[in-house]
């Protein structure tokens, strides 16, 4: 398994144990490689880079929504996916 990172047992306690850190905002930063910016998300001591750092907020955001009771669980299908 190489090229994977293992955690240690002590390092999720922490990460774990202190839930506002997850409680961020994305960051767009400029690259050489690229003319337009790209998403970091600076989460747990380390950065999460697109694509994952670009779903991450979104999916916050309907969890945050759903915590604070907004409306919205159960919305319509479309008419294809009745068939």
Do not use: N
């Amino acid at each position: 398994m190489s090229g994977f990172r293992r955690y240690s047992t002590e390092k999720h306690a922490r990460a774990t144990s202190k839930p506002g850190q997850l409680d961020v905002a994305p960051r767009f930063v400029a690259i050489a490689e690229s003319g337009r910016p790209v998403i970091q998300l600076p989460l747990l001591d380390t950065l999460v880079h697109a694509p994952t750092a670009a779903v991450l907020p979104q999916f916050r955001e309907v969890v945050l929504q759903a915590l604070r009771g907004h409306p919205g669980g159960r919305p319509g299908q479309p008419v294809f996916a009745w068939r």
